[in-house]
């Protein structure tokens, strides 16, 4: 069974050092989301994208956050300075293209834990 | 705008009796609606999902939720209740049908125990 991919499972950093995550969606998921949960709370989606471009990163704090997928298939979130606030799970999510099913259920990978000393 | 509230933070009730989980929804849209789980250590796994066809909704393991616009709710419900079932959930309202800027919300999570 297809499933989205994430790595690494576990990441430990101190403040203001730089991170990175990647993720590999379903084959053939156009639509492509990064999320961060923090312990106790729901997923907050950070951003969105369509094939390579992003829809909506208005949850995305852009000072130090940063996400591409530049070919439209994998994708990678970055955050320089990493900051104590950081701290908790980042999942991916993908999907088909809303707009051709309807319907955006989203398959999830099994996420980073991010753990800022 | 949109957005969800699941009532109860967390729900505990015994091996095989019936389990209700609430979720209340806002959308200035016709909403998608769906009901996640995550059980710990585990990834997010759909349950089940609302898409305007028929409003009672079957899911996977015996969990169903019925749409009823006009209490803007979307409860998620099982008769028996197992062991595994401990797990949390989440309730999600998006937007139907549209891909930019979709303003996909989750709810704050119920987290739900089994007593033997």
């Known amino acids: 069974e297809a499933e989205v991919a994430q790595s690494p499972r576990y990441k430990i950093t101190e403040k203001s050092q730089a991170v990175a995550f990647w993720c590999d969606p379903i084959?053939?998921?156009?639509?492509l989301y990064w999320y961060r949960q923090i312990l106790g709370q729901g997923p907050e989606l950070l951003v969105q994208f369509q094939d390579e471009s992003v829809v909506d990163d208005s949850q995305l704090p852009k000072d130090r956050f940063s996400a591409e997928r530049l070919k439209g298939v994998d994708s990678t979130l970055k955050i320089q300075p990493a900051e104590l606030g950081d701290s908790a799970m980042y999942l991916c999510a993908s999907s088909l293209d809303p707009r051709q099913g309807g319907v955006n259920e989203q398959f999830f990978g099994p996420g980073t834990r991010l753990t800022v000393l | 705008a949109q957005s969800v509230t699941q009532l109860d933070s967390h729900v505990s009730v015994s091996e095989g009796t019936p389990v209700l989980l609430r979720c209340n929804y806002s959308s200035s849209y016709s909403p998608s609606l769906f009901w996640y789980v995550q059980h710990p250590n585990k990834g997010l796994q759909l349950l089940l999902k609302y898409t305007s066809a028929a409003t009672l909704v079957k899911g996977i393991n015996g969990f169903e939720a019925e749409f009823k616009k006009s209490e803007t709710s979307f409860h998620l419900t099982k008769p028996s209740a197992h062991m595994s079932d401990a797990a949390e959930y989440f309730c999600v309202v998006s937007r139907a049908g549209y891909s930019s800027a979709s303003k996909i919300i989750f709810g704050s999570g119920t987290r739900l125990s089994i007593r033997p």
């Open positions: 084959s053939g998921h156009a639509t």
